[in-house]
């Protein structure tokens, strides 16, 4: 299976300039090929084969006076920005079809100056050492390794998020791990007051627990709208609006990094102590259209949770088991499977 590690890097001001171009030059490829792609759709005419649109908006985009900058980057990343758009099209298609598992994808969309930027080099592109990683056409970039890399990476992407940190994401192939067996049998259930209520048939550090949650937004939110407010003050465009923005989004970068460390170590011990995991299936996309709960249910980040334990369930060998949200699991005797139909609120 295959696993994905991220660290921290600190390019210098140079690496930041050719960083930048790099990620533009991928922006540019990308937007110029979907526009070719839907203009062919909207002619009636098949979508350009991957091959095809390497050559015209790379190959030969390099040989023009208005595109011949694409050569002062990489080729290698420039590619896989194509490889992505092309699998992003194949996923849309398997999805309207029926044949791809879960919500239906929505097609490519174009990439913004402002959002967070990528760029993924593929072997042959760039080279691991003990206290750098050389990516081509860029240069040494220093990093922090908070774990060593279990197997030699098969790609590696740079990521420059809305808050102006740099992070590289390393590709890795790795074989499962087996924890010893367990016989432990857990239910949670998930809310907004606790955000898990974790039920069990055999005795473990998590029997009978009530999980609260940081909630980071909740505990936060007069300094989110203080800032929020001196952003909608700027003229937009402005060195002080740009200044603002990145307040905002270093806020939203610690509050996203509070609440994912505290998923990783909930989820992370539940997987260790038990070998089967019951979940409920929940309708958030329909939940946070309610607009009293949605910023609450936002801040718990229980999609996030779920994917958390799916894949730790494979990585560890143990069993996660979804509960259709249409079952009646509260109105049914766990012992004899009678429905006792519906219940008071109060009845817990």
Not at 58 to 81: D, F, G, N, R
Not at 92 to 120: D, H, L
Not at 229 to 238: I, M, N, V, Y
Not at 249 to 263: M, S
């Amino acid at each position: 299976m295959k696993a994905r590690f991220k660290y921290r890097i600190y390019p210098t001001l140079g690496q930041k300039q050719r960083l930048a171009r790099l990620f533009g030059c991928v922006r540019v490829v990308w937007n110029d090929s979907l526009a070719c792609c839907q203009e062919k759709y909207k002619l009636g005419k098949k979508k350009p084969t991957n091959s095809e649109l390497q050559k015209q908006f790379i190959t030969l985009a390099k040989k023009t006076e208005k595109k011949k900058w694409l050569s002062e980057v990489s080729a290698i990343p420039l590619q896989q920005s194509l490889n992505n758009l092309n699998q992003a099209y194949q996923n849309f298609f398997k999805s309207t079809q029926g044949n791809r598992e879960g919500q239906p994808i929505r097609p490519p969309k174009f990439k913004s100056r402002k959002s967070k930027q990528t760029a993924r080099f593929t072997k042959g592109g760039f080279k691991v050492g003990q206290h750098k990683v050389y990516l081509a056409k860029i240069g040494k970039l220093k990093i922090v390794w908070s774990r060593e890399l279990p197997a030699i990476p098969s790609s590696v992407t740079v990521i420059r998020d809305s808050a102006n940190r740099y992070f590289l994401i390393f590709v890795v192939e790795v074989l499962p791990e087996v924890l010893s067996k367990t016989y432990n049998s857990v239910g949670i259930d998930l809310g907004i007051k606790t955000f898990a209520t974790i039920g069990m048939f055999h005795t473990t550090s998590l029997h009978g627990k009530k999980i609260d949650t940081p909630k980071p937004l909740k505990k936060r939110v007069k300094k989110y709208r203080k800032l929020s407010k001196s952003l909608s003050k700027k003229t937009k465009g402005s060195k002080r609006y740009e200044k603002a923005r990145l307040k905002i989004a270093k806020f939203h970068a610690k509050l996203k990094d509070t609440r994912i460390d505290f998923l990783h170590k909930l989820s992370t011990k539940i997987i260790r102590e038990n070998q089967t995991i019951v979940l409920e299936d929940l309708n958030i996309s329909g939940m946070v259209k309610n607009r009293k709960l949605s910023r609450a249910i936002s801040d718990l980040g229980w999609r996030k949770f779920r994917t958390f334990l799916e894949g730790k369930a494979e990585k560890y060998g143990r069993v996660l088991r979804v509960i259709n949200r249409r079952d009646p699991t509260s109105q049914t005797y766990y012992c004899c499977g009678f429905e006792g139909g519906k219940l008071d609120l109060s009845i817990s």
